[in-house]
């Protein structure tokens, strides 16, 4: 056993444990927790993050191996952060050194420096003799580059230029900086940048007038500033949440703390980046997927200098090294995009803000029109505080909601008669007109009428999608690609588009109202930078009149001038196998119809429907939102689901359906066999085992799919039963023959 001082360094792996390494020649002292290490392992080099410092370690002083560089002047995390992603590593059972890499931006995670650098370019002895003599003669664009930089210093006196004043004197210059640095004429070196000085006001632009309702919920978060709260701003849409989140985040500027604001998808950071710029003078950080590696450390780099005052970003920003934090808000917190449920670590951002504004002692707020089951479950047990804004911004009429019963109605190409006839009505009045259908795609099916053949994904249980504008037939589950056929493969017969998609829905509309324009919103045109901020322009400015759009349209978005919204095949959330899609079927109803009437104009809904007698609907138009929760929470706790008891998934995929489901079945012996030993406790006994069975979607990517649930009212048993599970479970021979990955608190059962 080793006795000299060590190090224990998480490293990005997928072993569940931390690594010891002897301190190296600077000795213990000189790395502390918190910073990342440059270590051997194996035959490879990794960088990891250093956790501990211990006394020593269980194995021989000859069997460690030295740290071989410290890379921060500085922990690149603190003992608060270091606490919350441990504790993180272990609510989702994960391993620790996956957890921190996953806190990281990549280029961190690659060695890049903490702090800032910029790159700049200098002039080298040989340069300058070479600018003295008049070379290069034949080359204006590098003799000029040259000339830009004679005028400074040389490389042994001093700093050259940096590339940002090049650009600004020079254009097209790094083609003409590249072939003198090849003759050794100018260097580049990257040099730590200045830090950039903060405005001091933290307001600019003026507060509006908050009604009754926000003024109280201003009040109560404004309050806690200082001291943990968990707040629910339960807002009607269009009531003004974003103004209560602008006016406590004013307070905490004040108090001279700063600001995490989490929004689910990237469609709505650049809209509230605006609304925040507009208000607040402090630098920003913005993190989201569509930023390159390099912005994502530039945003990190700024929140971790404490030079940015307000984070704000979708679900990995969560784990923002914002400095003085003063208060959380997570915008839309119902919406499942805040939990990673694919490839990783799987964890929510929503549950890990509350976690975190606890352990640090600040607010949170939660806020969204159609809050979660769980957490209106937690208000109802007095864990958190429900705030509400019942009434619209400048008292807005909330929309008229209608049923249009399709059994009764003539419909072509999915849009029934009076749905068109409404449009009409509203487009002659001068509105606005939104058309919600969660399904992009021209069609959800090429079918053959003749031998009634449907063109299929071979590596997935599903159809491929008709895209017709670009002629191809894709798989919107693995990606799957293929020419869209004019006959069908097994007869010659010809075949046709069954079904209605988002681009189908707008060449219907182009056709009824032609002239009027239209404009899409959905990931097939919506796939570079700046497609999302144009489409909401031209809703905005009036020059679009009608919007189809499917998921994209419904969270968030401000269109004064929108009269109507017609929502197309409501149904196909009535009949899943995933208990929360009655849930998730009433949050979108509600989301989308709150687009209508949202400025002076009164608004109007309509649904259609095939099942107008469906529970679900009629308790949403009788006693909206909270009465659907009410009764949806009543089953719920009759069922034994959560909010009233806790989950966790064992998902796998193989590629034969039965080696996929053999893992499991022996995965479920092993835990019978847990629970059967007296020792386990009363904790093991009361947690149940729920399969294992395929997944609805059995096949997908060319992999067959499976899963097995744990379901226990007692979240502590549950745990503790996965603490002694998992290792059963990694032991297991067949767990090398297939991909597997614990979901703890799935949101989606697949």
């Not at 004197?169 to 003198?180: N, S, V």
């Not at 196909?572 to 079927?585: N, V, Y």
């Not at 929760?629 to 998902?651: D, G, I, K």
């Not at 744990?710 to 059963?728: G, N, Y």
Request: proline share 6%; glycine share 8%.
């Amino acid at each position: 056993m080793s006795s000299l001082p060590v190090v224990r360094v998480a490293l990005p792996t997928p072993l569940r444990r931390l690594f010891d390494y002897r301190a190296g020649p600077a000795g213990a002292g000189a790395i502390e927790p918190g910073v990342r290490v440059r270590v051997p392992f194996g035959r490879r080099r990794l960088i990891g993050i250093a956790v501990e410092v211990a006394a020593g370690s269980e194995l021989p002083e000859e069997r460690l191996k030295p740290v071989l560089e410290r890379l921060d002047p500085l922990p690149v995390f603190d003992p608060a952060a270091l606490a919350l992603l441990a504790w993180a590593a272990d609510y989702y059972h994960h391993p620790i050194g996956e957890v921190l890499a996953a806190a990281l931006p990549k280029a961190l995670r690659l060695g890049a420096p903490t702090h800032p650098t910029e790159e700049r370019w200098l002039l080298t002895p040989e340069g300058r003799e070479a600018y003295a003599r008049g070379e290069p003669r034949r080359a204006p664009r590098q003799r000029q580059l040259l000339g830009a930089l004679a005028g400074t210093d040389s490389i042994h006196q001093g700093a050259g230029l940096s590339a940002a004043d090049l650009d600004e004197k020079l254009q097209a210059w790094r083609e003409a900086a590249r072939a003198l640095k090849a003759r050794g004429w100018l260097a580049a070196v990257e040099t730590a940048a200045a830090p950039a000085a903060a405005p001091d006001a933290a307001a600019v632009g003026p507060s509006l007038e908050p009604n009754e309702e926000q003024r109280l919920a201003i009040a109560r978060i404004g309050d806690s500033l200082g001291s943990f709260g968990a707040f629910v701003l339960h807002g009607v849409t269009g009531s003004g949440k974003t103004e209560v989140y602008l006016q406590v985040v004013e307070r905490a500027l004040r108090l001279g703390r700063s600001a995490l604001v989490l929004v689910p998808e990237i469609g709505l950071t650049p809209q509230l980046v605006s609304r925040f710029r507009q208000r607040f003078a402090v630098p920003m950080a913005v993190l989201h997927s569509a930023l390159t590696d390099h912005e994502r450390l530039l945003a990190w780099r700024d929140a971790f200098s404490g030079r940015a005052r307000i984070v704000l970003g979708t679900r990995s920003a969560v784990f923002a090294p914002a400095q003085d934090l003063g208060v959380i808000v997570v915008d839309e917190e119902h919406d499942t995009s805040f939990k990673q449920h694919e490839g990783g670590f799987r964890y929510s951002a929503r549950d890990l803000a509350v976690v975190r504004a606890h352990r640090a002692g600040v607010p949170v707020v939660l806020g969204s029109a159609t809050p979660s089951l769980e957490t209106l479950q937690n208000v109802a047990a007095a864990r958190y505080t429900r705030l509400a804004l019942t009434r619209r911004a400048a008292d807005a009429a909330p929309p008229r909601i209608s049923l249009l019963d399709l059994r009764s109605s003539a419909v072509h190409a999915g849009m029934s008669t009076p749905a068109v006839q409404a449009i009409e009505r509203h487009l002659h009045a001068g509105g606005q007109v939104l058309v919600f259908l969660n399904r992009r795609g021209y069609a959800p099916t090429l079918l053959c009428t003749a031998c009634g053949w449907i063109a299929p994904c071979r590596d997935c249980d599903a159809r491929l999608t008709v895209h017709l504008s670009i002629a191809r037939l894709r798989c919107h589950h693995c990606g799957a690609d293929s020419a869209l056929p004019q006959r069908c493969p097994q007869c010659g017969f010809a075949v046709k588009s069954v079904g209605q998609g988002t681009e189908r829905i707008e060449e219907t509309l182009a056709t009824l109202f032609p002239g009027i324009p239209c404009i899409r919103l959905d990931r097939d045109v919506v796939r570079r930078r700046g497609d999302m901020e144009e489409a909401m322009r031209r809703m905005s400015s009036g020059e679009a009149r009608i919007l189809v759009g499917t998921q994209m349209v419904t969270k968030g978005h401000d269109f004064p001038n929108v009269t109507l919204v017609v929502v197309l095949n409501a149904d196909q959330g009535f009949f899943s196998t995933d208990f929360r899609a009655p849930e998730r079927l009433a949050q979108t109803i509600v989301q989308v119809a709150g687009r209508a009437g949202r400025g002076e104009r009164a608004g109007e809904v309509l649904i259609q429907t095939e099942f107008p007698d469906h529970p679900l609907l009629l308790s949403l138009l009788a006693d909206g939102y909270d009465g659907f929760a009410r009764a949806a929470l009543t089953e719920r706790s009759q069922a034994s689901w959560p909010p009233f008891s806790r989950l966790a998934a064992v998902r796998d995929s193989a590629g034969t359906a039965e080696a996929a489901l053999a893992f499991l079945t022996e995965g479920r012996k092993a835990a019978e066999e847990l629970r059967g030993h007296g020792a386990s406790g009363s904790w093991a006994r009361s947690v149940r085992l729920l399969g294992p069975a395929p997944a609805a979607m059995a096949k997908r990517a060319g992999r067959h799919h499976a899963q097995l649930l744990v379901e226990s009212a007692d979240r502590a048993a549950l745990h503790r039963f996965l603490d002694a599970w998992l290792p059963a479970l990694e032991s297991l021979p067949s767990a090398r023959r297939v991909r597997w990955a614990l979901d703890v608190d799935p949101i989606e059962l697949f």
